[in-house]
């Protein structure tokens, strides 16, 4: 079955770095776009970004661009997100997202569990 | 970017009894070439990651109970749920997924009355 496990969260101080990792099963992870999605203690949820399955198109949201780099290895089925320069306001659960299609322009049908980024001195 | 707004906020419905939630896009997510509107709603209980409910605005994705159901085009969009269960209880969002980035709605919260 689909399973899509996300990995690397942890505390980190501002202006540090940390790489997330999202290890894929049960379906062919190069032909599926994948997103990061993430979700503020008790707040909602908000998109991060997106890799087309070759990793040709890549997309972030306006609150990361410039600071995270979504990327993938399909010959491992693994997504990573490298965040830098972490502020505060970006601590929140992570969510590894599988989309439907190829493209970017589709919508999330299977998620992880998320891991966990509190950025704090 | 699209701004997607959801209302209410949070709704309290009778067990058995209808659920109406609307969102709304700031621009219209319809895609004229394939006429397909680019939003999709999600289920997410607590402590749990988001479930995909609907897509396309109004197809429901395999194994998704038929008491949900989406409808709308363009700009405005509703999610119900025709009698309540307990299990629906959860928060739920929507998505435009038209152009990057791929904005949410705030979420309505459903509890039961």
């Known amino acids: 079955q689909v399973q899509v496990v996300e990995s690397g969260g942890g505390v980190v101080q501002p202006g540090r770095s940390l790489r997330l990792s999202c290890a894929a099963s049960?379906?062919?992870?190069?032909?599926?776009?994948m997103h990061w999605v993430r979700q503020a203690p008790g707040k909602g949820l908000e998109w991060v970004a997106v890799?087309?399955?070759?990793?040709?198109?890549?997309y972030y949201a306006d609150s990361v661009k410039g600071r995270f780099i979504i990327s993938r290895d399909n010959s491992k089925s693994t997504l990573h997100l490298q965040m830098n320069s972490l502020r505060a306001e970006d601590t929140a659960v992570y969510y590894c997202?599988?989309?439907?299609?190829?493209?970017?322009?589709?919508?999330?049908?299977?998620w992880g569990q998320g891991t966990l980024v509190t950025v704090s001195s | 970017d699209i701004v997607m707004t959801q209302s209410p906020d949070s709704l309290a419905v009778s067990l058995g009894e209808r659920a109406t939630i609307n969102c709304k896009s700031s621009?219209?997510?319809?895609?004229?070439?394939?006429?397909?509107?680019?939003l999709a709603w999600y289920r997410q209980k607590p402590g749990q990651p988001p479930k995909l409910l609907i897509y396309?605005?109004?197809t429901r994705e395999s194994g998704v109970p038929e008491r949900f159901s989406g409808s709308g085009s363009g700009t405005d969009f509703t999610l119900t749920i025709s009698s309540l269960q307990a299990e629906d209880v959860a928060v739920y969002y929507c998505?435009?997924?038209?152009?990057?980035?791929?904005?949410f709605g705030g979420g309505t919260k459903v509890d039961i009355k």
């Open positions: 621009q219209s997510v319809l895609y004229n070439s394939n006429n397909y509107n680019y």
């Open positions: 049960g379906f062919a992870f190069s032909s599926y776009a």
């Open positions: 396309w605005a109004s």
């Open positions: 998505q435009q997924y038209y152009s990057t980035p791929f904005t």
């Open positions: 890799t087309s399955h070759d990793g040709s198109n890549k």
């Open positions: 997202g599988k989309s439907v299609g190829t493209d970017t322009s589709y919508y999330v049908d299977y």
